[in-house]
Nanobody
Framework: VQLQASGGGLVQAGGSLGLSCAAS????????MAWFRQAPGKEREFVAA????????FYADFVKGRFTISRDNYKNTVYLQMNSLKPEDTAIYYC???????????????????WGRGTLVTVSS
């Protein structure tokens, strides 16, 4: 499984930015695809996830109403649309994937075996 994240950059507070994660290497029908982020000096934290089959979505409380995760089945790509960005959203954003068994916490980084290289998002005040 290979994940390629892109779309990071510099944006002013209140602005928007979209991230993409192109997945390849297998079929992902039973997978969860997730976005995590890691700010300097902080632990990696869960942002959002989507179940490939069915499209159920999950969000961290601090992004609800601002971020939207979606997928394109034909392109094998997951997106994270980020609106109303805040300086505290500044971080390296990573996409992750795995077929998590029922009951596993989708917000735990260690539960994902496959990771893309991060993309930096910087929000200026």
């Amino acid at each position: 499984v290979q994940l390629q994240a892109s779309g990071g950059g510099l944006v002013q507070a209140g602005g928007s930015l979209g991230l993409s994660c192109a997945a390849s290497g297998r079929t992902f029908s039973s997978y969860y695809m997730a976005w995590f982020r890691q700010a300097p000096g902080k632990e990696r934290e869960f942002v959002a996830a989507i179940r490939w089959t069915g499209g159920s979505t999950f969000y961290a409380d601090f992004v609800k109403g601002r971020f939207t995760i979606s997928r394109d089945n034909y392109k094998n790509t997951v997106y994270l649309q980020m609106n109303s960005l805040k300086p505290e959203d500044t971080a390296i954003y990573y996409c992750a994937a795995d077929a998590l068994p029922a009951g596993w916490n989708i917000g735990t980084p260690n539960n994902y075996a496959y990771w893309g290289r991060g993309t930096l998002v910087t929000v200026s005040s």
